[in-house]
């Protein structure tokens, strides 16, 4: 049983990496899955600047919560550095069970900025690929995907980990001894 389950894994982590880069796991904690459903609306609220413009399915029933967020990203390089600059959205998926949770964060898109008078220079899809896979139109700079690939990748890793972080800490807090 532990092999299938293994090669279940395995055969799901393949497909993940043909598309978009994933986070995923499962948390253990002490809490009911009403206790962490509550708690992880707190936590929405506390770390976006607007909670209700970022959660876009909030489903009591199946204890399911679905946010698009994003942050902030400032680019490597000396040449378009300020097109390349902007922000990364992402997806956050919640499924809460008694006593654990699942977590998947996903949909990794790059979007540049305007600036003095230029396009965006956007990335866009996030793979798992070790040199950005996307074509970019003749006359790109070659530099700027290939010096920002890997750096947007540490950023996307730095703040999985601090919004995983303020999540396992706030879903598991008790809120009943106010």
């Known amino acids: 049983m532990k092999n299938i389950l293994l090669a279940f894994v395995l055969l799901s982590m393949s497909f993940i990496s043909q598309n978009g880069l994933v986070y995923t796991g499962i948390i253990e904690t002490k809490q009911t899955k009403e206790v962490m459903y509550k708690n992880a609306l707190l936590w929405f609220s506390s770390t976006f600047k607007n909670a209700k413009d970022v959660i876009e399915l909030q ?29 990364i959205d992402f997806t956050l998926k919640l499924f809460f069970k008694d006593y654990k949770f699942k977590y998947e964060f996903s949909d990794f898109y790059h979007f540049g900025s305007y600036a003095d008078g230029y396009e965006p220079f956007n990335i866009g899809l996030i793979t798992t690929d070790a040199i950005c896979p996307h074509k970019f139109p003749d006359g790109t700079i070659k530099s700027i995907p290939e010096k920002n690939w890997p750096n947007i990748k540490s950023i996307i890793e730095s703040n999985v980990s601090m919004f995983l972080d303020g999540l396992k800490n706030d879903i598991q807090k008790n809120n009943d001894n106010w």
């Open 59 to 87: 489903d009591k029933e199946n204890y399911t919560i679905v946010g698009k967020g994003n942050f902030p990203y400032t680019s490597v390089g000396f040449f378009a550095r300020a097109t390349a600059s902007g922000h």
